[in-house]
């Protein structure tokens, strides 16, 4: 089974311009494991637009190369075939799927694991479920560096590992054991 572990870093909103993506992270999980070699991450181009002051990530450091980037229609032919119709996963995959629904709103996506949602399940007694906050707390932190040296939280990439690195973790529970399946649509 291979499921694709998904992030976008927005713009946000701002007043006269809709939220944007500007960056895309994915890596797929394959029968449990993260498969590095299938770690994708990509640019979209947002112009001169304002980001909003709660944006977070490497943007303003990122502009010329934002500008520079394809548009997401442009490169919306290669992403397709990771995105549509097969099994996604995002940590609050609802943002993940909003995003998606806009830059393709006639394309069918999912199934769909929300990491958040599926390890509130897992485990409720921690008190945060925020993905850096989970992450560190299940000891997964060294994973995820190693998966994706030199980048750190809300880059898509990073966060994109991270959520893999969960959704690896749940999958070697002995509770799911033998229950992939049903971890789908938990979004």
């Not at 919306?76 to 995002?90: D, K, Q, T």
């Not at 830059?103 to 069918?108: F, G, I, S, V």
């Amino acid at each position: 089974m291979k499921i694709t572990c998904i992030d976008f870093e927005t713009t946000g909103a701002v007043p006269g311009y809709p939220n944007e993506p500007w960056q895309l992270g994915m890596v797929d999980v394959v029968d449990g494991k993260v498969d590095a070699s299938t770690m994708r991450e990509t640019l979209f181009k947002v112009g001169d637009r304002p980001f909003s002051p709660r944006a977070v990530g490497r943007y303003a450091e990122m502009r010329e190369e934002l500008a520079a980037a394809p548009a997401p229609f442009e490169i919306w032919p290669s992403l397709a075939p990771r995105l549509v119709g097969v099994p996604l996963a995002a940590h609050n995959a609802g943002t993940e799927r909003t995003v998606l629904t806009r830059l393709a709103p006639l394309a069918r996506f999912g199934p769909w694991v929300d990491t958040l949602k599926l390890g509130r399940r897992l485990y409720p007694s921690l008190l945060s479920h925020k993905l850096g906050d989970f992450v560190a707390s299940l000891g997964l932190q060294p994973r995820v560096d190693e998966l994706c040296p030199g980048r750190t939280w809300h880059d898509a990439l990073y966060d994109a590992c991270a959520g893999a690195a969960l959704l690896e973790h749940f999958l070697s529970l002995p509770c799911l054991d033998g229950l992939a399946a049903g971890i789908f649509e938990l979004s």
